[in-house]
């Protein structure tokens, strides 16, 4: 699976969009960015994920470069809840195999 | 949406003492199950896969004699620390997925191990 790298910390105050980046410069064509958060202490949250196309759900948007070398994942209105460890992963589809999780980003959302 | 029910959410034991961890796929089933560990600060690390009806598979450097993993059916797999010492105390997070397409995988909201 293709390595991404991500800031080790953000912050947004609340109310704002947050826009998380993800490089995955590596990515081969079958793999897709999965973004996945953990809240403390909790099991870790599907949020979306995208192989070329843009995504978005009620959660959030994905947004995929053309060259699908990095892409930002976009929460639009961002609460206090949404504080967590984001992580941007990128496998190749089918559930086969475990995802890897890097260090991710610590999102804090200021009030 | 799938849901994932994982039981204890918290437990403590004595040191040589064994636990196990259950881990349910409730409206789904679960080809494979998953089993993560994650220590304070630290990313989540896979320990093992288990497709129902077969042996676990292990990743490097996790013992299979001391973390044995049973997926008897397709919503039901267990994780059983034998032997715990303090140095077992993590925190154990399982996984599923019905293994149909490039979808999420589901998460238990994992349990606290606490090796006294």
């Known amino acids: 699976d293709a390595k991404t790298t991500q800031p080790p910390s953000m912050d947004c105050a609340e109310g704002r969009a947050a826009n998380l980046p993800c490089n995955h410069s590596?990515?081969?064509?079958?793999?897709?960015v999965y973004w996945y958060r953990q809240i403390h202490s909790q099991g870790p949250q599907y949020i979306i994920h995208?192989?070329?196309n843009n995504e978005t759900n009620e959660m959030a948007s994905l947004i995929i470069t053309e060259d699908r070398k990095s892409s930002t994942l976009i929460l639009p209105h961002a609460t206090l809840r949404d504080t967590a460890v984001y992580y941007c992963?990128?496998?190749?589809?089918?559930?086969?195999?475990?995802?890897?999780f890097g260090k991710g980003t610590h999102l804090i959302i200021q009030p | 949406g799938a849901v994932v029910s994982q039981h204890p959410s918290r437990v403590i034991c004595k040191s040589g003492t064994s636990v196990k961890i259950e881990c349910r796929s409730l409206d789904f089933q679960a080809t494979t199950m998953f089993w993560y560990r994650q220590f304070p600060k630290q990313s989540l690390m896979l320990m093992a896969t288990?497709?129902?009806?077969?042996?676990?598979?292990?990743e490097q450097g996790v013992e299979k004699d001391k973390f044995l993993i049973n997926h008897a059916s397709l919503t039901l797999s267990t994780l059983t620390v034998t032997s715990a010492h303090p140095e077992d105390s993590s925190f154990y997070i399982c996984?599923?997925?019905?293994?149909?397409?490039?979808?999420?995988?589901?998460f238990g909201s994992g349990t606290r191990l606490t090796v006294v």
């Open positions: 995208g192989l070329k």
């Open positions: 590596t990515i081969s064509g079958n793999e897709y």
């Open positions: 992963i990128v496998k190749s589809g089918g559930g086969a195999d475990g995802l890897t």
């Open positions: 288990s497709n129902e009806g077969s042996k676990a598979t292990y």
């Open positions: 996984s599923a997925t019905s293994g149909d397409g490039p979808y999420g995988y589901t």
